[in-house]
């Protein structure tokens, strides 16, 4: 089955940039998608097609992928940001989640 | 109000079945491909099978493949997971989502849990 590595956690400090890591096998054959989840809540896609914004995500998120790893930015990351995070490759014949990172804004 | 709703979850023994399914509402059921997640608490979460608007082409996570099937009733509006031969790993709580235009998952349901335990 096809594996994605991501960091288990990362800290930032309120106001400054959130950087989180995905990488993967030829990973840059594939579209990479992000979630956050909040705690007792369902995961809300943040980010497909490796760097494009659902409706409704604020624009201080954003994605880029360069060769096999993805990267989820975060902005100005605010108190509300703090969740866990899981980045997902996504083809014609592959689903697979990475392991998460749990960020922590304090 | 666009949603999907999980029901069938429960108790189980190893080797025994059950099957799920998620009623979806509020949307064009039968134009969307869709998937089944399952999530032990405090944990990542682990996909573990895909089916495409029709039903005609179906995916399946190693950890699954030849215990559990997918499929879906357009009429219904329904996705169902039937599982068999469960395994003690395979406890989780289990989300049907459905899969967004352009790739990742738009809409999850709250899951349902699946405990297997003898």
């Known amino acids: 089955s096809y594996e994605l590595t991501q960091p288990p956690s990362v800290s930032v400090s309120p106001g400054q940039t959130a950087t989180i890591t995905c990488s993967g096998d030829?990973?840059?054959?594939?579209?990479c998608c992000w979630y956050q989840q909040k705690p007792g809540q369902s995961p809300v896609l943040v980010m497909y097609q490796n760097s494009e914004r659902p409706s409704g995500i604020p624009d201080r998120f954003s994605g880029s992928k360069s060769g096999n790893t993805a990267t989820l930015t975060i902005r100005g990351t605010q108190t509300m940001d703090e969740a866990d995070y899981f980045c997902?490759?996504?083809?014609?014949?592959?689903?697979?989640f990475g392991g998460g990172t749990k960020l922590t804004v304090l | 109000e666009v949603q999907l709703v999980e029901s069938g979850g429960g108790m189980a023994r190893p080797g025994g079945s059950l099957r799920l399914s998620c009623v979806a509402s509020?949307?064009?059921?039968?134009?969307?491909?869709m998937s089944w997640v399952r999530q032990v608490p405090g944990r990542g979460l682990e996909w573990i099978s895909a089916i495409n608007w029709s039903g005609g082409s179906r995916l399946y996570a190693d950890s699954v493949k030849g215990r559990f099937t997918i499929s879906r009733d357009n009429a219904k509006s329904t996705l169902y997971l039937q599982m068999d031969s469960l395994r003690g790993e395979d406890t989780a709580s289990y989300h049907c989502?459905?899969?967004?235009?352009?790739?990742?998952?738009?809409?999850w349901g709250q899951g349902t849990l699946v405990t297997v335990s003898s």
């Open positions: 989502a459905k899969d967004a235009l352009y790739g990742g998952y738009d809409l």
């Open positions: 509020g949307f064009t059921f039968d134009g969307s491909g």
């Open positions: 997902q490759a996504w083809d014609i014949n592959t689903r697979s």
């Open positions: 030829n990973l840059g054959a594939k579209y």
